[in-house]
């Protein structure tokens, strides 16, 4: 079942498209990264979906529903996370979470019960001080327990990692894969794959407010590297000599080695002419790029 599901959802603003027709579905309990660079539209994607911006086209559906013509049933099944959540510094974090709380119209005993469980849950149970000397990263982890104050069946979770320690991304990244295992359904956005991967099952790359990759992990790394070509690392006895296959696109040379640029897996074809020209290989391989650099190539190429 989608639980969530965009269709041509659109944002322009001033004549130009922050968002640009997005089409995408988040399936139950999927942990769905959203990335890219900064100024792509992610926020913007992420406040529509919420209820809080208005497309100028497109719809946007949290489960069954239509956020912006039943955005409070949308409300209730929805929790967020903004990107720099605020609170008053000068309330604890239960007392903050009571203050959010009315918000639900929550019970006042369920509503002490949740909080006492969620401020627990995310590791602040034994804390008593005032907000405002918190952490960055006690600060997201209390924008997480607010995120799930109403037990909500889809997260919205806009940078959430931006800015914490490597510790306290870890500690982020355990919560929210321990949220998902409780068959919640997770959309995080962030501009570093990189934090996103080790907790993502599915990843969508979002440039200039257009989807331009949506898969696993895996899927993205190959679909994006074949739009990119091979890159092929070749070893022999010897002086390496030219290679002639024409869907070489670019070669660098280096006595005993070359790397090369194909556009596609040409493995067989160099085996063949190296073999002809009586050339002994040490080593032929198709190079892997990273996720990360894969990334990196065509979201920022031509900025
Ligand atoms: N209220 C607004 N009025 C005019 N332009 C806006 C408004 N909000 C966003 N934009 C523009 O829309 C584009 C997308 O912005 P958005 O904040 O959604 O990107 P983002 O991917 O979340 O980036 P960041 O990580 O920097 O927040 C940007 O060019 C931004 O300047």
Redesign the pocket.
């Known amino acids: 079942m989608d639980m969530i599901k965009t269709e041509n959802l659109t944002?322009t603003?001033?004549g130009?498209n922050?968002?640009d027709g997005l089409e995408l579905t988040v399936g139950k309990g999927e942990v769905y990264g959203f990335i890219?660079?900064?100024?792509?539209?992610?926020?913007?994607?992420?406040?529509m979906m919420v209820g809080l911006i208005e497309p100028s086209a497109g719809k946007c559906f949290v489960r069954d529903v239509d956020v912006t013509r039943n955005p409070l049933e949308a409300k209730r099944i929805t929790g967020y996370l903004p990107?720099g959540v605020g609170f008053y510094g000068n309330l604890t974090a239960r007392q903050n979470l009571k203050y959010f709380s009315r918000f639900y119209a929550m019970k006042d005993a369920d509503a002490d019960k949740r909080i006492g469980e969620l401020i627990g849950y995310v590791g602040l149970g034994k804390v008593e001080k005032p907000v405002g000397s918190y952490s960055r990263g006690m600060k997201q982890r209390l924008g997480l327990a607010q995120a799930l104050l109403n037990d909500p069946e889809v997260v919205f979770l806009?940078?959430p990692t931006n800015g914490l320690d490597p510790q306290g991304v870890v500690q982020f990244r355990n919560i929210i894969k321990d949220i998902s295992k409780q068959g919640k359904t997770i959309f995080f956005?962030s501009?570093i794959l990189e934090e996103v991967r080790h907790v993502c099952n599915t990843i969508g790359i979002?440039s200039k407010?257009k989807l331009i990759a949506h898969g696993t992990p895996d899927e993205v790394r190959k679909k994006m590297s074949k739009s990119e070509g091979v890159t092929i690392v070749v070893k022999v006895i010897g002086d390496m000599p030219r290679l002639t296959d024409p869907r070489i696109l670019q070669a660098t040379y280096n006595n005993g080695s070359a790397i090369l640029q194909a556009s596609e897996d040409i493995r067989d074809s160099i085996s063949d002419e190296l073999y002809h020209k009586s050339f002994r290989i040490r080593e032929l391989r198709v190079e892997e790029r990273s996720l990360e650099e894969i990334f990196l190539e065509s979201v920022y190429r031509g900025d």
């Open positions: 944002k603003y001033d130009v922050a968002v890219g660079p900064n100024g792509a539209g992610k926020t913007t994607t992420i406040g990107d806009d940078e956005s501009h979002i407010g």
